[in-house]
């Protein structure tokens, strides 16, 4: 068909762009699915190829640890169904959050989080981040004010969470965005359970986003994984406080990133300062499992928020449920968020109360067959956990209750069997 009669050429949807971006057949093998680069190092064209990679003045693999082909299909495609320049995929979730704040910033600096996080990055905020001189500084995401009045001239970053885990929170995007320029820093959005099917977090005012591969994404319970992507919206220049990517750098003679690299100069930092001397790498085995997973993101992602909001319906009109902090369903305090930050669902993980307390909380967790007692998010099986005597069970009962985490509070990941199954091993286990 002559090209100039179709007229313009689309642009690929969410779905094409969950199978295809990143991907082509294997130009010496002709294989269709990316092949698995089990390999370590990649061989030099020549002295000067090698010279030249070095020296950052061209595009091409070296080494694993910085760069693998299997692995650039995973950041490519991530990007893509995020909205933005470029991703960095490394070797967990708190893999990307170490790398992705390293070349932010430097020991007495501060950034400013959310206080209702996965409960591994308020403890990595609180102590391995305290180690490096990296002080975090807690807000509010229900008062958008306490962001605005945490802010101080050591300020380097914001961090929140699009749906918070263990879920039931939808932070205004927005709102914080705003706090977020007005003090010139970036706005780093961790987007693991809503994934850019649900939302994209480039389009309310984020700047880099963060994911747990881990979770929605692989969407299997296989592989380990985290990424970084890059909006490329950011002025890393203005004023300096930004040197990694703003001063030249001696180690590749003196090129300044930001300069050279322009609105991808965030990934390329991360890549080539962080990942390249701290190192957490993620497998390319691991990118292949992901991308695996990733290739049916939209439909499992739309069967596991309508699975949640069935089940979520049939706990909040259950006779020993207290309470549900699921904000799909109407009345909820967040629904009017969920509804603007996340229309086609609000995830699939979210909390309950049992009115029995710490000891019903057990017994379900212990009765029910068909979940799986553990602790992920984010499979195609659904899984249960009861924080207070797992995950949360070293802090005090205050420290529980604050962080959403009280003794009758139960965790669900609803993942995409039939319903009817989900709710019938419910019923089997609160009967029990
Ligand atoms: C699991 C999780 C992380 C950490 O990711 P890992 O892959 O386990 O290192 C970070 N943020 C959120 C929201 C998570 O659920």
Known sequence: MDQSTKGEIRTPGF??????????????????????????????DDVDHAAALFGLQTFGNIYSRITNPTCAVLEERVAALEGGTAALSVASGHAAQVVAFHTLLKPGDEFIASKKLYGGSINQFNHAFKNFG?????????DIKTFESAVTPKTKAIFIESIANPGGVITDIEAVGNVARRAGVPLIVD????????????????????????KFLGGHGNSIGGVIVDGGTFNWSREGRYPMLSEPRPEYSGIILHETFGNFAFAIACRVLGLRDIGPALSPFNAFLLLTGIETLPLRMQRHCDNALK??????????????????????????????????????????????????????????????HLANIGDTRSLIIHPASTTHRQLSDAQK????????????????????????????????
């Open 401 to 432: 209750t604050q962080a959403g985490a009280g003794p009758d509070v139960v965790r669900l990941s609803i993942g995409l069997e039939d319903y009817e199954d989900i709710i019938a091993d419910l019923e089997q286990g609160l009967v029990a």
């Open 134 to 142: 990296w002080n975090v500084v807690w807000a509010d995401p229900d």
């Open 191 to 214: 987007n693991t359970l809503a994934t850019p099917y649900l939302c994209k977090p480039f389009e309310h005012g984020a700047d880099i986003v963060i994911h747990s591969a881990t």
């Open 311 to 372: 089940v979520a319906e049939y706990l909040a009109s259950h006779k020993q449920v207290a309470w549900v902090s699921y904000p799909g369903l109407k009345g909820d305090r967040y629904n009017q968020l969920a509804k603007r930050y996340v229309p086609k669902g609000s995830g699939a993980v979210f909390t309950f109360g049992l009115k029995g307390g710490y000891e019903a909380g057990i017994k379900l967790v212990s009765d029910v067959k068909l979940f799986s």
């Open 15 to 44: 779905n094409t762009l969950a199978i295809h971006a990143g991907a082509q057949p294997d130009p010496t093998t002709g294989a269709r699915v990316t092949p698995i680069y089990q390999t370590t190092s990649f061989v030099f």
